[in-house]
Every structure is written in structure tokens, then in C-alpha cells.
């Protein structure tokens, strides 16, 4: 089976290109997408969480896969990798860019809680993660990934990723799939 995505949103060719300009290799890549994709439309009218625009082909993905009621928050430290997301994407009325630390953010947020969290930065995935799971909706879904051990490393991170998945194992309220693909990934869904 060749598992390559056919379907990609119309702006990741020009969100490709300026990344590349920018220097920019940090972005999901498009197997990861189309899970994104994916699982966001399984949310009609679906609050959708973002922790590290990049500039933003995973929003992309995101908003892609979302149907017009849904509305995506995605949350950037650096603001010019995002000036990159909302120079592209800052049309579509079904996003809010919010530009700081991640962690901050998860500490101030007191809005409603979410049906997909992507938690793709260190906020909400290796600190703050408890009150990213907060975060989930009953029923939602929070995904991680780059979980797969890759040479560039540094040597403590291993430890590091599997600390972060053995907790979310251990976590009564939701049950997680481990998935060895792409860049590896976990998805947690909350069940109660
Ligand atoms: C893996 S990239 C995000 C890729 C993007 N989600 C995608 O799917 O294409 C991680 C991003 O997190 C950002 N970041 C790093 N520390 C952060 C923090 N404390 N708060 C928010 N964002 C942070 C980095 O600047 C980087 O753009």
C-alpha cells in the first residue's frame, strides 16, 4: 500500500516554498497531515487546539480537514516563522493566531475545552502536559508526534519521549494507540 497523501491543502505549496526561503524544516509532515486532516473532520462544528504553528503547514492540514463552523487556535513562540502561517492562512476566518509561550498560554487559557489538541512544541507535550489533557474534551483527541528516535538527538530526549509516553499510558482517563509510522506518532482520546 503506498500510504502517500493525494489530497493536500491548496496552500502548502506556497507555505512549502517560503519555509524553505526561512530555513524553516520543522514542519509535520504530510502522512501527519492527513491524520490531522482527518481526525479534525471528524469534529463538525470542532474546537481544534494547535501548540506550535511553525509556519503552519500542520494548520493547514488542520483547516483542511475542518468544516466551515469549526475554528482552529494555534499558538507560536517565534513570531516570524508565523508571520509565515498568517501571511498565508490569516484569511480564513476559522483561525486565531495567538504569538507566545506556549506554556504561558496553556496557564491563562480559561475558554472551553478542545476536540483535537495537537500539541507539536514542548508546552502541552514534554512540560505542561497535564493541563493540556485538561484541555481534551470528553470523546476529544490529543496527538503528538516525532516520537521515533532520530540521529540529531540529543542524548537525553529518548528518555525524555519515553517518560512522556509511559505517563500517557498510565493515564486512566484516556486510552492511547501508539502509532510506528510517519514520524511517530500517539493519540490519545479522553473517555471521561
Ligand atoms: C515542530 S514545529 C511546529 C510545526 C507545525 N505544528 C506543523 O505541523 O507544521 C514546533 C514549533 O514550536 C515553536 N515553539 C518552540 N517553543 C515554543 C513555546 N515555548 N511556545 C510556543 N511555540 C514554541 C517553534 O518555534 C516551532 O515553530
Not at 27 to 41: H, K
Not at 119 to 130: E, N, R
Request: hydrophobic share 40%; aromatic share 6%; glycine share 12%.
Amino acid at each position: 500500500m503506498d500510504d502517500t497523501p493525494n489530497r493536500l491543502p491548496t496552500a502548502l505549496p506556497a507555505l512549502r516554498s517560503r519555509a524553505r526561503e526561512a530555513g524553516f524544516t520543522m514542519s509535520s509532515e504530510d502522512r501527519t497531515g492527513s491524520l490531522l486532516a482527518a481526525l479534525a473532520a471528524t469534529r463538525p462544528g470542532g474546537r481544534v487546539l494547535e501548540l506550535g504553528t511553525g509556519v503552519g503547514e500542520g494548520a493547514a492540514w488542520l483547516l483542511s480537514g475542518m468544516d466551515r463552523a469549526s475554528r482552529l487556535t494555534t499558538v507560536e513562540l517565534d513570531p516570524a516563522v508565523q508571520a509565515i502561517a498568517r501571511e498565508q492562512l490569516g484569511a480564513d476566518p476559522r483561525v486565531t493566531f495567538v504569538c507566545g509561550d506556549g506554556g504561558s498560554w496553556l496557564e491563562d487559557f480559561d475558554g472551553a475545552p478542545f476536540d483535537l489538541v495537537f500539541a507539536d512544541t514542548w508546552p502541552g507535550k514534554f512540560t505542561h502536559l497535564d493541563r493540556s489533557l485538561d484541555l481534551v474534551a470528553p470523546g476529544g483527541t490529543y496527538l503528538i508526534d516525532d516520537l521515533v528516535p532520530q540521529p540529531g538527538w540529543p542524548e537525553s530526549h529518548e528518555a525524555s519521549v519515553d517518560g512522556l509516553l509511559a505517563g500517557l499510558d498510565g493515564r486512566e482517563d484516556f486510552r492511547c494507540v501508539r502509532l510506528a509510522w510517519a514520524s511517530g506518532l500517539l493519540m490519545a482520546v479522553r473517555t471521561a
